[in-house]
Antibody
Framework: EVQLVESGGGLVKPGGSLRLSCAASGFTFSSYSMNWVRQAPGKGLEWVSSISSSSSYIYYADSVKGRFTISRDNAKNSLYLQMHSLRAEDTAVYYC??????????????WGQGTMVTVSS | EIVMTQSPATLSVSPGERATLSCRASQSVSSNLAWYQQKPGQAPRLLIYGASTRATGIPARFSGSGSGTEFTLTISSLQSEDFAVYYC??????????FGQGTKLEIK
C-alpha cells in the first residue's frame, strides 16, 4: 500500500524549533518530488516547501523562507521539515504530499494524514 | 503570485442533484489545475488533474472542465459521501503552488 506517515508535531513556544518527519512506503520514494503543505485550524491549504527527487531543487513559500528547511533521505524513504523561529501563525496541520510522476503534471496524488504543530506560550 | 478564487464559499445541494463549483485564476494557468476533496479530519484527496482528467479510482460522476482562468468541477449526482470541502490548485507556476480558499458542499 502506498502510504505517507508524518510525525514530530507538538506544542512549541514562539521562537522555538521542531523537526517533522514523513515516512514513505509502498512506492519508489527516490523517484518522486515531495512537498509539505499546511492547513491552519479552520482554514484552507497552503503550500510550504518542495524538494526534487535527488534534492537538487528546493523551494519555499515566502512565509517560511529563511526559517524552514526541507530535506530528504532516499535511503531511509523519509522526508523532513526542520522548522526554526516558529510563530503563532505557523500553527497548523502539516501534510507531506507526493507529486505526480507524470511529466507535466504536478498535482499531489498521495497525502499523509498530517501532524499538528501548535505554537503557543 | 497566482491567486485562485473559488465560488461559492458554501453550496447547498440535495442528494441526487448536480453540483457545480467554480475556480478562477488571477492569470492564465493553461490546463495546469487540480481539484481536491477534503472531508473533516482527513487529508485532501486528488480528484482531477490537468483540469479534466480524473485521478485513479475517482468515480465518473466527478468531472472537470475549463482552461486559462476559468474552471469548473461538476458532480453529476451527489452521493452522501460527496459532501465535503473542495479545493482547486494551480501548478502552472510550479513549484510555487497556490490553492483556492475552498468551497464547502453541504447537504440541503
Amino acid at each position: 500500500e502506498v502510504q505517507l506517515v508524518e510525525s514530530g508535531g507538538g506544542l512549541v513556544k514562539p521562537g522555538g524549533s521542531l523537526r517533522l518527519s514523513c515516512a514513505a512506503s509502498g512506492f519508489t520514494f527516490s523517484s518522486y518530488s515531495m512537498n509539505w503543505v499546511r492547513q491552519a485550524p479552520g482554514k484552507g491549504l497552503e503550500w510550504v516547501s518542495s524538494i526534487s527527487s535527488s534534492s537538487s531543487y528546493i523551494y519555499y513559500a515566502d512565509s517560511v523562507k529563511g526559517r524552514f528547511t526541507i530535506s530528504r533521505d532516499n535511503a531511509k524513504n523519509s522526508l523532513y521539515l526542520q522548522m526554526h523561529s516558529l510563530r503563532a501563525e505557523d500553527t497548523a496541520v502539516y501534510y507531506c504530499a507526493r507529486e505526480m510522476a507524470t511529466i507535466g503534471f504536478h498535482a499531489f496524488d498521495i497525502w499523509g494524514q498530517g501532524t499538528m504543530v501548535t505554537v503557543s506560550s | 503570485e497566482i491567486v485562485m478564487t473559488q465560488s461559492p464559499a458554501t453550496l447547498s445541494v440535495s442528494p441526487g442533484e448536480r453540483a457545480t463549483l467554480s475556480c478562477r485564476a488571477s492569470q492564465s494557468v493553461s490546463s495546469n489545475l487540480a481539484w481536491y476533496q477534503q472531508k473533516p479530519g482527513q487529508a485532501p484527496r486528488l480528484l482531477i488533474y490537468g483540469a479534466s482528467t480524473r485521478a485513479t479510482g475517482i468515480p465518473a460522476r466527478f468531472s472537470g472542465s475549463g482552461s486559462g482562468t476559468e474552471f469548473t468541477l461538476t458532480i453529476s449526482s451527489l452521493q452522501s459521501e460527496d459532501f465535503a470541502v473542495y479545493y482547486c490548485q494551480q501548478y502552472n507556476n510550479w513549484p510555487l503552488y497556490t490553492f483556492g480558499q475552498g468551497t464547502k458542499l453541504e447537504i440541503k
